[in-house]
């Protein structure tokens, strides 16, 4: 049976994932959705998507779609996420998740009553080297983890449009690179929960209403503290995006 797919966003993001559904046996991308006639066109011509929709709400109309991969502005994660479930659909949602914790958990929630598949894109869990690493940790080679240094740098550069803005993005940098240092830290210490968070978070290299550093010493349930470096346009960073 093949997987029929369908991307709302057609940026960056999207893009990727349209190429890994289009080179993949088992799945076809069928639709892409975007309030961006020309942009949603570019995308749908180099794939050789047929349907097109201009919102979510069109998309689950029309039916005949198994799985919703949503990578649109974050402020849309969460409603385009919810209403994919509720149709009946999987659902891949880019990271991260929601504006905040109530709107992620209404996700979870969301997926459970649905009793369909929703995956958070934290694509650093899939790295080769990052799967190896975990390897090691769960199998005791290295012993009890005491501490944790992450690393969601962009060094001399930031992005633009609406990732600077707060009420589309909800975040700066902490919610784009920060994300990933987080979740890879949290992948290899074992998935405990959090204990307690301190963050300093600042805007010093741009003129936005979102931050742009950022670091956070985050205890885990397990006793693990990591310590998280976040930024954007930083003048050095310590080690590669989500190196752990």
Known sequence: MTLRIAIAGTGWAATTHATAVYSTSGAELVAVVNHRPDSMQRLADRFGVRRQYADVEALLAAGEVDALVVATPNYLHAPQTIAALGAGLHVLVEKPMALNAAQAAAMVKAGQVSGKYLMVGQ?????????????????????????????GVHTNWGPSGWFTQKALAGGGALVDMGV??????????????????YARLSTRYGDYDVDDTGVLVITWSNGTVSCVDCGWWQPHMDGPEAAT
Do not use: N
Not at 135 to 140: E, L, M, P, R, S
């Open 180 to 197: 990933h240092a987080i979740d890879t830290a949290r992948f290899l210490a074992g998935d405990p929960q959090p204990a307690s968070v």
């Open 123 to 151: 694509c650093w869990r899939s790295d080769e080297e990052m799967r190896w690493l975990g390897a090691q940790v769960a199998a005791g080679k290295l012993g009890e983890i005491v501490r944790t240094k992450s690393y």
